[in-house]
Structure formats: C-alpha cells, structure tokens
C-alpha cells in the first residue's frame, strides 16, 4: 500500500490563500497574489501553468515570498487548451538542490471580474476540459497528476449540458467515479487518506469514504482487487441513490408537457 | 518532386486503410499514390510548407525535417490533423513501409493512419511520434530519436504514454540518457524496461521521480542531481556498467 510521507517539513499551502486571476482569449496573461503563506520571506516563488491535453508546463519565476517580482510578461503562450491550472511552489533555495517549502496544487484561476478579494476558485475533483473528441462524447484523463473530464466541443452547449442535463448525469457520472475511483485504489493503490493530504488520489478517496454507505475505508489487503471493485460499486451505488439519479433521468425522459 | 502539403480527406482515409488492409493479405500491391493529389481524396494544407524528396533514414531525420515543414503552423491544429499525418505516411510510403525482395513488411493501420484521440494508439504513427518526441524533447532525445524510421520500438510503445507528465522535465530527460542510453550500441540498454531489474526506466525511475518532486523542486534540478537524490538503487545504471 502506499503511503504519502512528508518528511521535509514541506507545507501544503491552502487554496484560498493564493488567487490567480486569468486575462485574454487570444493572448492570455495572469496575475497571482497570496496571502500568509507563513513560510520565509526569503523563499523563492514559482507559478506553473498547464492543462489538460497539452504536455507543456510554463514556468514562471515570482520573486520571494516577501518581495514578489512578477515576470513583466507572463503570457501562457505554450499551453493549449481551454482549462488551464496551475501550481505555486516556494522553493528553498540556499543549497545547491532547492528543496520545497511550500506547495499548493491544481489552483484554477479566477476570471478578470472577480471581486479582488475573493479567493482562488475551489480546487475541482474533476475539472471540465471542452477539447475536439472526434466521434467521442466524454473520456476521462490522468493529466499533470489529476483527472479530467473531457468532453466533445463539437457538441453545441456541451458545457451547459455537463452542468445541467439530468440525462448526462444520469449516464455519465457513475460511470466517472468509477473509472477514477479504479485509479485511486487499484492503479495507484492509495488506500489511506491522511486528513491533510491535497493530493488529488487522497481527495478523491476521501470522497469515496464520504459516499460509502458505511463510510468505510476500501479494503487493503495486498491483492484484494475485488474486494476494492465491490468498495467502489458501493460509492456509485450509493451516490446514485442519494441524487435519485434513475428517477431524474426517467423526468428528464418524458416528452415535453406529458403529464406524470 | 517537390509538392504542396496535402491531407487525405474522408474518402482519402477510406481508400488508404483498406488498401492497409489489403496489403496485410497481399504485401506486394502497389501503393495507392494516386489518392495523394486527386481532389476527390485530398486537399491542400492552408498555411502549410512544401514536402521535398528527402531520404528519411532515422527517426531523428524524420524530426527535423517534419519541424521544418510544419513549423508556421499551430502546434495544436498539427496534433489533431488525421488526414495531414496520414497523406504523408503515404507520400512517404517508399520510406516508412519499404519494398524488400519484392514485399513490404507492413505494421497495423495506426503506424500510418493517424489517430489522435487514442492516448495509446496515436504514439504508434510512423511520423507524427518522431515529430512529437522532438517537441517534447528538444534535448536528450537521442535513445528515442536515434533509431531506423521503420521500427516502432518498444521503448516507444512502452514508455511514451507513460511519460507524458515528466519528460517535460529537463532533468528527467538527461537523466534517462545518462542512465538507459547505451553508446556502443547506440540504443537503450539492456533492463531498461524490465519490470525485475532494479533501477528500471519504467516503472522505478518514474515512481522514484513523482516521490522526489515532493521533496525538492526537480523542475530546476539537472540529470547529476537528479542521478544522485535517487540513490543506490540507479547507481548500477550509471555510465557503461548497465550495458
């Protein structure tokens, strides 16, 4: 089983206490601010930026934690796509290796009206990535150490559709949970969720937990994979019945104006 | 013949695989060059380069010249165009599927024609693959790039999709050749994706990477660095003794 040990002293930095605001379609720049990293001022600051369908990183150097000194020009010029995230990294760097003091992870950005003192938008479990599928609708995939769900630009108003239609829901998201609940607790093996982690595995997890109907742990022995597939049917199952997804789909279903 | 780069069109990509297909059966049919400039099965590229009778022996050639051709266009529209990677694994047919005695030794359609939305499959294109590890790779590329045009490879097929999220390290890059790159034989090494062997590119280096990112900023570290954070269990890898 694998365990997540930090034995640097490395802080997990919290997301509220960094705000990107994302600027531009064509040509698009950010900002980056934060607030009581409680970390050394002398701690040398660096933003990367990507997103899913691309393997490019952009790294931008931001000055110390108590001087930042933004790049005069951060354009996210070699990141495609439309959902970009990024990292802010405090680095140490007085030995010849600079070893991380702070970290915070998947932090996506904010729009250009957001009010100046609102926080970073929450980190999402499965961020929404419109990309060209060809004859696909929607896919799951493991990019920059997290999933994503992408779906089919292609489709006029996908987005609305994700958010929105009961039909998609209904048919989809099971079988999304499923299919990156497998990659926590049988690919990656991650069977335990440390309160603090912000590792997307230890987040997911945790939902898992939080879904089960016992809120039980997956199971852990070494190669108990269909005790883990049963553990993870219970989490579909049981997020089915609390959304009453079968009988939205089957409202969703009826024509227009029938009656019940 | 020099020639305006072109994309097969649907009908394009039609003939071109069941002549793929066929020629599993009959290794001596001829290739259908006919489809590469005939409107009803190809159109022209807007915005693209012109192809040129180049000899294409490695890997690393192709690469070059592909990042030539295609370089005013956008990375982005290149890695999903079916029809422009397909018209010139076919404009290159000679090259990518040769004639030897008489018969070609043909892989499977995805070795010509393109598929982008396949996270495996699409590593498996004869042309786009070298194109991209150039991309993605501009250094440290040569235990990939260094190899005959017409061998997929298992390095290739075991690795690239794998290592999407840490090749962009520069670090990671060197130390893959300082550690799994043999020069007397100018391949990889023997082990290097022996799932037995201690050390291995794949799965140990980059598992022991993802837990040293959580230490140190690895993005800024260079392959001795690296080679030295991960400890004994590489050192049997370093220079000759691996291969």
Redesign the interface.
């Known amino acids: 089983m694998l365990r997540?040990l930090?034995?640097?002293g490395?802080k997990k930095i919290p997301q509220a206490q960094v705000g990107i605001t994302l600027r531009g379609k064509e040509q698009r720049t950010f900002t980056v601010a934060w607030k009581d990293l409680k970390l050394p001022e002398s701690g040398v600051v660096?933003v990367?930026a990507y997103s899913s369908g691309s393997?490019?990183?952009m790294?931008f150097p931001w000055g110390t934690v108590g001087k930042p000194f933004p790049p005069s020009d951060p354009v996210l010029a070699d990141v495609?796509g439309d959902t970009v995230s990024f990292d802010l990294?405090v680095?140490d760097?007085s030995e010849?290796?600079?070893?991380?003091l702070g970290i915070c992870r998947g932090i996506r950005p904010r729009g250009p009206d957001a009010a100046p003192d609102e926080t970073a938008g929450r980190q999402s479990l499965l961020p929404v990535n419109p990309i060209?599928?060809?004859d696909?609708v929607w896919r799951v995939?493991f990019?920059?150490?997290r999933p994503w769900l992408d779906v089919n630009n292609r489709i006029p108003g996908i987005m609305d559709i994700v958010r929105s239609d009961a039909r998609f829901f209904a048919l989809v998201f099971p079988a999304v949970i499923r299919r990156v609940l497998i990659h926590v607790v049988i690919v990656d093996e991650i069977l335990t969720a440390e309160d603090d982690a912000t590792d997307w595995q230890s987040l997911w997890l945790r939902w898992g937990i939080y879904w089960h109907p016992d809120n039980a742990d997956p199971p852990d022995g070494e190669e108990d994979v269909v005790g883990r597939l049963s553990w993870i049917d219970d989490v579909a199952e049981s997020f089915c019945k609390r959304h009453t997804v079968a009988a939205k789909l089957l409202e969703a279903m009826q024509p227009e104006g029938a009656s019940r | 013949m020099n020639a305006s780069l072109r994309r097969l069109t649907g009908a394009g990509l039609d003939r071109f695989g069941a002549y793929l297909i066929d020629l599993q059966a009959d290794k001596s049919l001829a290739a259908p060059n006919s489809l590469l400039f005939d409107k009803a099965y190809s159109e022209q590229v807007q915005g693209g380069g012109t192809v040129e009778e180049v000899t294409l022996r490695t890997k690393n050639d192709a690469a070059v010249y592909l990042h030539r051709l295609l370089g005013g266009m956008k990375?982005?529209d290149i890695d999903?165009d079916v029809g422009l990677w397909s018209w010139l694994a076919l404009y290159y047919f000679e090259q990518v599927c040769p004639v030897e005695l008489g018969k070609r030794d043909p892989h499977k359609p995805p070795r010509y024609i393109f598929e982008?939305?396949n996270?495996q499959r699409r590593y498996r294109h004869v042309l786009w693959t070298p194109y991209w590890i150039l991309r993605?790779m501009p250094d440290h590329n040569r235990i990939y790039l260094n190899e005959s045009l017409t061998v997929h490879g298992d390095l290739v097929e075991q690795t690239l999709s794998r290592l999407?999220?840490v090749?962009?390290l520069q670090g990671f890059r060197e130390v893959v050749d300082l550690l799994y790159f043999n020069e007397e034989t100018g391949t990889y090494k023997r082990g290097t994706l022996s799932r037995k062997r201690r050390g291995s590119l794949w799965p140990r280096l980059v598992t022991r990477v993802r837990q040293l990112s959580?230490?140190?900023?690895v993005?800024?570290?260079d392959g001795p660095?690296i080679i030295e954070?991960l400890g004994e269990e590489f050192s049997g890898w370093v220079g000759s003794h691996g291969a």
Do not use: C, F, I, W
């Open positions: 997540r930090n034995y640097t490395r660096y990367e393997p490019t990183v790294r495609t990294k680095v760097e010849s290796v600079g070893r991380l060209d599928l060809g696909e995939t990019m920059h150490d | 990375p982005d999903r982008p939305l996270h993605v999407v999220n090749l962009r959580l230490t140190y900023d993005a800024a570290m660095q954070a």
